[in-house]
């Protein structure tokens, strides 16, 4: 019986065939995988539904490319979405993967106007990423843009996810209310929520940038530190990163901030 190496196949399935492996997508939308999946009077239960929600992500992509267009030195633009949890220290030797580790947040709010972003870094000894944190980053970012402005009055649109812990809440309106009362040249403030599901923005090209510069910067050695602090812990994370630390899996360069973890 004939038969082909794994070589031989590799090159007839990539050189003469237009295939090639489906790469399943992350994050896709709950209600649209729901529907596709469904058959029969499940699925037709779930039309009407289903054609709102696409007309629905479809305006809400218009409404934010007609912003975009918009964008200017009297109206700002911006997205904001906090990245994944990013943990430390990170590195490809095994004891590391059995550790608790340091988690640390991103908060990224990138102008639609002029492709900026502003990323707000924190680490959970030193605050949550609760609603709190995220209206402090907020207020920040208006707080910056102001002292650079100095036009006749300012329009500040916001997009964000519907997370309610941390976006969709009252404690964010409360800091849009506070920055519209501190700053007389803020002309309003508008927050647009992004349809649930449909929630990419141009976020997430900043998460995935910041990413593969982990990536890259894993190949020549571990990473072991966020910045500085002085936070408090869970006692087992904290016994874990001692730990580490005694046993020089982190070297003693960082020895004061881990032991400011205490
Ligand atoms: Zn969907």
């Known amino acids: 019986m004939p038969y082909g190496n ?9 050189g003469e065939f237009n295939i ?11 209600f649209c995988v729901r ?7 499940a699925k037709e239960d779930l039309e009407v539904e289903y054609v709102k929600h696409i007309e629905e992500k479809e305006l809400s992509r218009k409404e934010k490319d007609a912003d975009k267009i918009n964008a200017g030195p009297n109206i700002i633009v911006a997205v904001y979405d906090l990245q994944a949890i990013l943990q430390i220290p990170r590195g490809n030797t095994s004891i590391f993967y059995y550790k608790s580790k340091l988690n640390t947040f991103n908060l990224t709010i990138s102008h639609l106007g002029n492709d900026k972003t502003d990323c707000f870094f924190w680490h959970e000894g ?4 609760g609603a709190d944190e995220i209206g402090s980053c907020v207020f920040k970012f208006i707080e910056k843009t102001l002292l650079n402005y ?20 009252r404690f964010i309106v409360s800091i849009y209310l506070f920055a519209l009362l501190k700053f007389p040249k803020i002309r309003s403030i508008t927050h647009k929520y992004l349809i649930t599901g449909h929630t990419q923005n141009e976020a997430d090209s900043v998460h995935s940038t910041i ?7 894993l190949k020549s050695g571990p990473i ?22 005694r046993n020089n899996h982190i070297p003693h360069f ?6 400011s973890l205490k």
């Open 211 to 217: 990413e593969k510069q982990i990536q890259k910067r």
């Open 35 to 41: 529907y596709e999946n469904a058959q029969g009077k």
């Open 150 to 169: 100095d036009g006749p009055g300012l329009d500040l649109i916001f997009y964000s996810d519907n997370c309610c812990g941390q976006n969709k809440n």
């Open 224 to 245: 072991y530190v966020p910045s500085q602090s002085k936070p408090k812990l869970k006692e087992n994370k904290v016994k874990d990163l001692q730990e580490l630390l």
């Open 126 to 129: 030193e605050a949550n990423r």
């Open 20 to 30: 090639s492996f489906f790469k399943p997508k992350k994050d896709r939308c709950e």
């Open 6 to 14: 794994e070589t031989l196949y590799s090159r007839i399935f990539n």
């Open 254 to 259: 960082y020895e004061s901030l881990y032991n």
